[in-house]
Nanobody
């Protein structure tokens, strides 16, 4: 059974930093395509960042230069380092993994950025 568990969310002041973690079981993230998405209250879920099995990364324009996605193969964990946070970054952040025909989501972690 595949499980993705996000952690690291919380309340932070504008300009601050947080690091989110997505720990996986039942799936190897180093051979999967893994993404972070976010959903603000009342809005649709949006793409934030992605890392593929080859280590290539991509980002939404709104977070380029501020967020960094990375992967620790030994821990089977993907991270999202978020710097220079803005109130507009407030959302529930979800981890997504795709491997073959399977798509998996975590339950999310809440990030609140206070102005």
């Amino acid at each position: 059974q595949v499980q993705l568990v996000e952690s690291g969310g919380g309340l932070v002041q504008a300009g601050g930093s947080l690091r989110l973690s997505c720990a996986a079981s039942g799936i190897s993230l180093n051979i999967s395509n893994v993404g972070w998405y976010r959903q603000a209250t009342g809005k649709q879920r949006l793409f934030v960042a992605h890392i593929n099995s080859g280590g290539y990364t991509s980002y939404a324009d709104s977070v380029k230069g501020r967020f960094t996605i990375s992967r620790d193969n030994a821990r089977n964990t993907v991270y999202l380092q978020m710097n220079s946070l803005k109130p507009d970054d407030t959302a529930v952040y979800y981890c997504n993994a795709v491997r073959g025909s399977g798509t998996y989501w975590g339950k999310g972690t809440l990030v609140t950025v206070d102005s």
